[in-house]
């Protein structure tokens, strides 16, 4: 796993030990940067259920302004450090060490784009969208990546589902307001 483009390009990330995280492909990362290319530079971006944190690190070596990564495990939060240490991207990134939910109830802070890859058939992403939803700025971006046979709400607040794309064993599945269509 590494870092696609930008100042970080290149950059080999380390992964958490065990099998609880499983990292997005090469093929769906580079589908989701694709989708949102020209959003990224001056972002600010939510990588929820960051796992190592390779999707808001793509984010920020292609020129976010800042990054929040949200995981409850331990060993997903060591690796998510140990990564922005040696991209050296950690000055405009927080790590937050909390449960998915519980950082949407409480955290104020307004994303444009989010970023959501939790585990698999968890219907996390279902529960997550709702509070989610009042946290993306109006042109924002919601991006969740899904086993393929799952299938997500059509809305979520006034987010509506707008593209699906498949890749290999995954789902990339987009929501944006509607006046973004």
Do not use: H, W
């Not at 100042?7 to 099998?19: E, K, S």
């Not at 989701?32 to 070596?61: H, N, P, R, T």
């Not at 998915?100 to 989010?114: H, K, P, Q, T, V």
């Not at 899904?146 to 987010?159: C, K, S, V, Y």
Request: charged letters at 25%.
């Amino acid at each position: 796993m590494r870092v696609i483009t930008g100042t970080a390009r290149g950059r080999r990330l380390v992964t958490p030990a065990g099998l609880a995280t499983r990292p997005t492909s090469e093929m769906a990362k580079e589908a989701i940067f694709s989708i949102i290319q020209f959003e990224v530079e001056g972002s600010m971006v939510l990588d929820l259920f960051a796992g190592s944190g390779q999707l808001g690190i793509e984010a920020l070596s292609r020129g976010a302004r800042g990054a929040v990564f949200v995981d409850s495990a331990r060993a997903a939060v060591e690796a998510i450090e140990q990564n922005l240490a040696f991209t050296g991207l950690g000055r405009n990134a927080r790590v937050m060490p909390v449960e998915a939910m519980a950082f949407l109830r409480s955290y104020r802070e307004i994303f444009d784009i989010a970023l959501l890859d939790p585990p698999y058939q968890k219907g996390l992403i279902e529960e997550a969208l709702p509070l989610l939803a009042q946290k993306v700025s109006p042109g924002g971006i919601i991006i969740c990546e899904t086993e393929r046979g799952e299938t997500l709400p059509a809305a979520a607040g006034d987010f509506t589902r707008k593209k699906e794309y498949r890749y290999g064993k995954a789902k990339v599945t987009t929501y944006r307001r509607e006046e973004e269509a």
